[in-house]
Structures are given as C-alpha cells and as structure tokens.
C-alpha cells in the first residue's frame, strides 16, 4: 500500500487530486481539511494504484495504518518554513517506526508556485535532510512539485510505479 502524509495544510489533498488529473486543478480550487483519511486511486498507464492520504490532524493515530505500507508519501509546504520544524518531527517519528523500516520514502516540497529555490534549500536544511539520510535505513527520494502547475507530477508518477506491483480491479472511489 502506498500512503500519503505530513503536516495539516501541507498540501496532500491537492497533490493527489493532481496526480489523479492533471486538468482538475486551478487556482480557483479550493480544498477541504482532511478529517480522518481519503482514499486516492491514481491511475497510471492503465493501472490503478491506491493512494492513503492521512490527514495531519490524526497524526497521534498515524501509526495505526502503517502495517503493509511499501510507500510513503511525505508532504511539505516549501512555502511555510515556519511548519518546517514540525514537520521535521514527524518525519522522523515515521522513518523509525518499525513497520516502515523496508519502506521507500518520498520527501515532496510542494507549493513550489509560491517558494523559491532558495527556500527549498533551506527547507531540506532545516529538516535537517543530510543527518537524516545518515541515521535511517531507508532510501529517502526528493522531489519538487506543485498542485497548481503541475511542477513534479510526472517524476512523482514515475516513483508510485517504480519497483512496484499495482492494485489492479479495484473498484474507483470518488474523492472527497
Ligand atoms: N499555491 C499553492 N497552494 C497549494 C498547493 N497545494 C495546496 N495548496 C493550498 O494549500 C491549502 C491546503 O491544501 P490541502 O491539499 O487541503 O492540504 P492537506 O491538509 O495537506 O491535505 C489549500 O488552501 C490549497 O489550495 C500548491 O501546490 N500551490
Ligand atoms: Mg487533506
């Protein structure tokens, strides 16, 4: 299974929505705050893979959907470095929660419409990226995006099907 989390505001609901489709999103989209989780089946070359969003407010809670994760999704706003430190935080709960240990991670620094490049340097300093990638096992992606312009989308697309065996028949679920 694949899910996708961060903090609340990140970003996720939008990004997934882009990913379902590139047209769907302007800047006139607005989003709703995810409550509990969304289920997000992303079609891609025919298959359909079945994305997990964990909204940010169950965080606490994060640790109960993590059995048979193979993917994980992690969002950050690369426009809101105040966020960054928790966000930072919360990463570093998931990388070493026992479930995820053969796990491979993708960091997206999203709202990259609105940041800058320099501020995606800082960002990964500040969630102190170099350390991490030396303390946990797990391979950790990075990737640029944004829900608005569609920036990222298809190197995002490219690593869901990497290595990775899709959740075909599955019945297509409207997204709230
Ligand atoms: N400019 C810009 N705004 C974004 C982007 N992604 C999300 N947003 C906005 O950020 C807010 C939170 O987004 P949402 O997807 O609901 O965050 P979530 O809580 O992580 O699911 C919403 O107002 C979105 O319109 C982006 O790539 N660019
Ligand atoms: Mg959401």
Redesign the pocket.
């Known amino acids: 299974m694949i899910i996708c989390l961060?903090?609340?505001?990140?970003?996720?609901?939008?990004?997934l929505?882009k990913l379902q489709n590139y047209d769907s999103i302007d800047?006139t989209?607005?989003?709703?705050?995810?409550m509990g989780t969304n289920i997000f089946n992303v079609k891609i070359e025919d298959r359909v893979y079945e994305i997990r969003?964990l909204?940010?407010a169950m965080a606490p809670l994060w640790s109960m959907y993590l059995n048979g994760v193979d993917k994980v999704i992690y969002?950050v706003?690369a426009?809101n470095l105040c966020q960054i430190s928790a966000a930072c935080v919360l990463l570093y709960t998931i990388l070493v929660n026992p479930a995820l240990k053969n796990a491979e991670f993708l960091l997206v620094l999203?709202?990259?419409?609105?940041s800058y490049r320099q501020m995606r340097n800082e960002a990964l300093l500040m969630l102190q990226m170099k350390r991490l990638q030396k303390e946990v096992r797990q391979n950790i992606t990075i990737a640029e995006?944004?829900?608005?312009n569609g920036e990222g989308r298809n190197e995002i697309l490219k690593w869901i099907t990497k290595n990775y065996p899709p959740a075909v028949g599955r019945q297509q679920e409207k997204n709230a």
């Open positions: 961060g903090p609340v505001g990140s970003g996720k609901s939008l990004l929505k800047s989209t607005t989003a709703v705050p995810t969003e909204g940010g969002v706003d426009s999203t709202k990259m419409d609105l995006a944004s829900a608005i």
